[in-house]
């Protein structure tokens, strides 16, 4: 049973998440247009005016770099087990009598690698192991000036197969890789978390080019009880609260209170309570420090990524453990999925009836578009029964 305090704050939640940020959303439109309007032009004087510095070339080539061997290593590892995870997930063509389901890969797929406080390599490993994966033909990075410097970030494309790195972050960047400019060729998909700015660009351009999600900030519920250690569950609030002021970290405890920093702490009496809250929120992130927690685990509907356990950091998620990092936020777990290969292929579907299989179906299909108001769809069909 949720009380009244538990309700309001969840209200509260709720409502932060449904606020759009209009000025975010401004921005992004004016990024926009100044991309469509003038191209390269307008993508170098916002690398400038953000940045602060003047590039030439706002596309260049990944270049062979050497970095670090125990980074290397680091890198080699993130990428074996993210491959291993996720080649089961590659879909198949199939057919069915005489009509085909077919899947193909993406052509051209730009990531956003976030370059601002830090360089997420971890990102673009998330975001190209499955694409190759899928047979991606063509993939390129979108990120800032500064990030694009890095040996580390080059060492990554070269490895994964990168073509191409769009040096222009934020909303200009996503923009330009969604139209294309005079030196970028636009691509067919934009994946990769980014700040609000990134967020609504993505949003307003859905449909100029397909996205992953519309990111928010980060989410992540912890589920404990008395037999739980608070320093573990710290750590993972404390870690997760380090993306920015704006991460939402929640700790509920079941039949305690257990004493913890976090922007929301509940006090519930049942387990059923407890996924009840968790699912009502529908978070990027759980961990159960609680005991039974696959049991537990197995009872949540709405989350992107289940920690379950002491020994699984969801911090470990973000890097190595080899499910993708890249997770529905903002409630959005109740309907969307962790990024996958699945996101990297599209599916068309072929049809090449017999005359005999026609006319077994024909007058079904005239039967409906006649109810539907459509007499030149049922005529189309009876038509080819003539001369039979």
Same mark, same amino acid.
């Given at each position: 049973?949720? *009380? ?7 209200? !509260? ?13 401004? #921005?992004?439109?004016?990024? /926009? ?9 307008? #993508? +170098? ?8 510095? *003047? ?31 996720? +080649? ?11 009509? !085909? ?23 673009? /490993?998330?975001?190209? &192991? $499955?694409? +190759?994966?899928?047979?991606?033909? !063509?993939?390129? #990075?979108?990120? %800032? ?17 990168? %073509? ?28 990769? $978390?980014?700040?609000?700015? @990134? ?6 351009? @859905?449909? %100029?080019?397909?996205?992953?999600? *519309? ?6 519920? &912890? ?18 609260? !380090? ?9 509920i405890s079941i039949g305690c209170s257990l004493d913890v920093r976090a922007t929301l702490n509940f006090s519930v009496t049942s387990v059923d309570d407890a996924v009840a809250i968790t699912d009502r929120i529908a978070p990027e992130h759980v961990s159960i420090h609680a005991r039974g927690a696959a049991g537990l685990a197995e009872k949540l509907e709405n989350c992107g990524a289940i ?5 699984? $950091? #969801?911090?470990?998620?973000?890097? &190595?453990?080899?499910?993708?990092? @890249?997770?529905? %936020? ?10 996958? @290969? ?47």
């Open positions: 049973m949720m *009380t009244d305090e538990i309700n309001r704050a969840l209200r !509260e939640l709720e409502a932060r998440r449904g606020a759009s940020n209009e000025n975010a959303m401004r #921005v992004a439109g004016e990024m /926009i247009a100044g991309v469509r309007a003038r191209g390269d032009a307008f #993508v +170098r004087e916002q690398v400038e005016r953000f940045d602060g510095v *003047t590039i030439d070339d706002i596309l260049i080539t990944p270049r062979e770099a050497s970095i670090d061997a125990a980074m290397r290593d680091a890198i080699e590892l993130a990428i074996e087990r993210i491959d291993a995870f996720h +080649r089961p997930q590659l879909p198949q063509s199939y057919r069915w009598n005489a009509i !085909e389901h077919r899947v193909r890969a993406l052509r051209r797929v730009g990531i956003y690698v976030p370059g601002g406080r830090a360089v997420y390599l971890s990102t673009l /490993i998330m975001c190209a &192991v $499955p694409a +190759r994966i899928a047979g991606v033909r !063509e993939l390129v #990075v979108i990120t %800032t000036p500064s990030a694009a410097s890095r040996d580390e970030l080059h060492y990554a494309c070269t490895r994964l197969g990168i %073509t191409a790195i769009y040096q222009c972050g934020g909303a200009a960047g996503i923009a330009a890789a969604a139209l294309g400019t005079e030196s970028l060729e636009r691509v067919d998909k934009i994946v990769g $978390p980014g700040n609000q700015y @990134v967020t609504a660009a993505k949003a307003q351009l @859905v449909g %100029t080019v397909g996205i992953d999600m *519309t990111a928010g900030p980060t989410e992540l519920v &912890v589920i404990g009880d008395e037999s739980s250690n608070t320093e573990l569950i710290q750590a993972d609030l404390d870690a997760q609260a !380090e993306h920015g002021p704006d991460s939402a970290v929640i700790c920690f379950c356990g002491p020994f699984s $950091p #969801v911090a470990a998620g973000d890097y &190595v453990a080899g499910p993708n990092h @890249v997770l529905p %936020t903002g409630g959005s777990a109740r309907f969307f999925s962790p990024l996958g @290969v699945y996101d990297f292929v599209k599916r068309s579907n072929v049809i090449a009836l017999s005359s005999d299989e026609l006319a077994e179906i024909s007058e079904a299909g005239e039967r409906i578009a006649a109810f539907e108001g459509l007499p030149k769809h049922a005529a189309s069909m009876a038509i080819r029964k003539r001369g039979r």
